[in-house]
């Protein structure tokens, strides 16, 4: 979450200050409908279908709730739900933060109109707006997706940094708000299915309920947490601002909501872990933030082993505008972001805290997710695990080094890679495979990051030589056929338009098996059985304890 590739270069030099503020209808109808012509079939013994393992249904209500505009349901029917945010103005001039993450300048314009145009939203590279409406999930799901993880998400630092806000920028109030957001959306799908239980949209707590969801052709939802202070556990000046008590009460709190899985870091070192990196410009904003909330800089050393963090863009890139306030920092006795030879590795790993907090989802039996963790800190996790025999682990996309991947699987943990068009996809689908540990279900998925500020998979490059011809048979379910996205009057076309929602999905893949052929389809297909066993092999340990 919190854009994991990096920006475009920025066409003008920002100055310090703006650096800083950088980081800064009801059921389906046929304007809104899923293109799907047939039921999902229910699959007997191992189940049968795709699994995303990183995406923020609910990421509406976080950074102040003021930041993406659009919701995934709304009682108002779709006309509510996908509106602009008012603050852009008539021609999107005022969205400045749209326009930097997409454009790499402040200053530009687009079509605000969501429904029923759409013109120029939503987009593979349209940042803060909707992505996870939820008839195009409904597309999805009919197309043969059985697991989704609903990454709770919150960042109290751009929070405060970002002007507007209806919001608290505590993030664990945040996530409360986004579980109970999802549940009133199960209850909101169930209301246009029938009745209570009766929807497609089931939030799901272990890996037996999750198996019975699945069986029954339906999406198991799982709850997870992505945030950058856990329980409050921020880091100023070193010292550590949550207890052990803290942590304790809070996973009890976090399995009385639902949540399965967690992130101990991300984005800015805490009080937990040192935190993985961004690259590029990108990074040189997260870094602001970094020292923003910590009071300082990430601290990198150059790496001795294979593993190493992303490399961090030095801060002179920005020219003058970072010499004054880095010369008064310095004299004010501030480490600065200045960095030896890389490849470089962040000098703070796990802490004794993150070490309680790993033992601690350890005997509750939830999943661990490794990305976002500097290379230090992962490996001292995944030592953790190791010892402890536990194979409740994930990276979820694409934010952790190669080189633990092995040892991932080697657990009976699962990876899943970032969405990124069908061919660059498929090679990191084959690298990953190559370190599979054959004593475990082999399944793989992705991690779309869909409304996480990130971009999704942009067409594909070389698409006009090899389209995806529509309409189309769904390669997980033959009974599935289908046709171009239609909402209002927009209709969207995977070649030309990439993964602009969620509901091109099913297209993505189906271009994914044109390009990588029925293995990576087969693999795919096996993603919830691959899950569904590493969930209940941790659940197995926790209850052994």
């Not at 630092?157 to 919001?167: A, G, S």
Request: proline share 7%; with cysteine; charged share 20%.
């Amino acid at each position: 979450m919190l854009i994991p590739r990096p920006l475009r270069p920025l066409a003008t030099v920002l100055t310090a200050a703006a650096l800083l503020t950088a980081l800064l209808a009801a059921c389906p109808t046929p304007s809104a409908h899923a293109a799907a012509r047939a039921s999902p079939s229910s699959p007997q013994g191992e189940v049968r279908g795709y699994v995303d393992l990183h995406s923020h249904l609910m990421s509406y209500e976080a950074f102040g709730g003021s930041l993406l505009c659009g919701k995934p349901f709304d009682p108002g029917g779709i006309e509510a739900a996908l509106a602009d945010c008012p603050d852009h103005g008539a021609n999107g001039a005022f969205a400045w933060f749209e326009n930097f993450t997409r454009h790499g300048t402040p200053f530009g314009t687009h079509d605000p109109t969501g429904w029923p145009t759409f013109a120029d939203w939503p987009a593979w590279d349209s940042r803060t707006h909707q992505q996870v409406y939820y008839a195009w999930l409904e597309r999805s799901w009919r197309a043969g997706q059985r697991v989704l993880v609903n990454q709770l998400v919150a960042n109290r630092q751009l929070c405060e940094v970002y002007p507007l806000k209806r919001n608290a920028c505590d993030e664990m109030d945040v996530v409360r708000l986004q579980a109970q957001r999802t549940r009133e959306m199960e209850a909101y799908i169930d209301e246009r299915n029938g009745g209570p239980g009766q929807g497609w949209f089931r939030i799901v707590t272990g890996p037996a309920q999750a198996r019975r969801v699945i069986e029954s052709g339906k999406l198991a939802v799982v709850l997870g947490v992505e945030t950058s202070e856990p329980f409050g556990c921020r880091s100023i000046g070193g010292k550590p601002q949550c207890t052990r008590d803290d942590i304790d009460r809070g996973l009890d709190e976090m399995r009385e909501l639902g949540v399965s899985s967690m992130f101990l870091c991300h984005k800015f070192d805490n009080a937990l872990c040192g935190v993985r990196f961004d690259p590029g410009t990108t990074g040189l904003v997260v870094n602001a933030g970094n020292f923003l909330g910590t009071g300082r800089f990430w601290q990198a050393e150059t790496c001795t082993g294979a593993a190493h963090d992303n490399t961090i863009a030095p801060a002179g890139g920005l020219g003058d505008a970072l010499r004054e306030p880095l010369r008064y920092l310095g004299m004010a006795g501030i480490t600065l972001p200045l960095y030896p030879s890389p490849p470089h590795c962040n000098v703070r790993g796990l802490t004794d805290l993150g070490a309680h907090m790993v033992e601690g989802m350890i005997d509750r039996g939830m999943i661990v997710e490794v990305d976002h963790m500097s290379v230090k800190a992962a490996d001292e996790t995944l030592s953790l695990l190791e010892d402890a025999g536990y194979s409740g682990v994930v990276s979820s996309h694409s934010w952790t080094d190669e080189n633990f991947v092995r040892r991932l699987y080697r657990l009976g943990g699962m990876v899943t890679g970032y969405g990124s068009p069908a061919d660059g996809f498929v090679r990191e689908w084959a690298a990953n495979k190559r370190n599979r540990d054959p004593r475990h279900t082999f399944g793989y998925g992705y991690g779309l990051d869909a409304n996480g500020m990130g971009p999704l998979p942009s067409p594909r490059t070389d698409n006009d030589a090899n389209p995806l011809g529509y309409p189309f048979t769904s390669p997980f379910d033959p009974s599935v056929e289908l046709d171009r996205l239609r909402t209002g009057r927009r209709t969207w076309d995977l070649n030309t338009d990439g993964v602009a929602n969620y509901g091109l999905v099913p297209d993505w893949l189906a271009d994914v098996g044109r390009v990588g052929g029925p293995e990576i389809i087969a693999d795919l297909a096996r993603g919830a059985e691959s899950y569904l066993r590493t969930w209940a092999r941790a659940r197995n340990g926790a209850d052994q304890a």
